[in-house]
């Protein structure tokens, strides 16, 4: 599985960014997908997870009531729609799937919200 993210830029907070991320390969094993962001110095912290059929999502306290995670299985592709952003939400922002219990990450987005 391959998972490669875009979307990620600079917004002033306040703003909103939609992130994509693809997957490729053996993407009918995928069950779980979710978002992960890193801000510098920090640990990698979960943002938002999804079912394999969409049906469950789960957030983070800090993304609740602005994100909202989705997935088009047909395109084998996730999103995470961000709004209301706010500085604090800079950070690098990971896509991970999960399959066969192995997780997979992508390469990463960078998401700078600005004053």
């Known amino acids: 599985v391959q998972l490669v993210e875009s979307g990620g830029g600079l917004v002033q907070a306040g703003g909103s960014l939609r992130l994509s991320c693809a997957a490729s390969?053996?993407?009918?094993?995928?069950?779980?997908m979710g978002w992960y962001r890193q801000a510098p110095g920090k640990q990698r912290e979960l943002v938002a997870v999804?079912?394999?059929?969409?049906?469950?999502?789960n957030y983070a306290d800090s993304a609740k009531g602005r994100f909202t995670i989705s997935r088009d299985n047909a395109k084998n592709t996730m999103y995470l729609q961000m709004n209301s952003l706010k500085l604090e939400d800079t950070a690098v922002y990971y896509c991970?799937?999960?399959?066969?219990?192995?997780?997979?990450w992508g390469q990463g987005t960078q998401v700078t919200v600005s004053s």
């Open positions: 991970n799937a999960i399959s066969w219990g192995y997780r997979y």
């Open positions: 390969g053996s993407t009918f094993s995928i069950n779980t």
């Open positions: 999804i079912t394999s059929g969409g049906g469950s999502t």
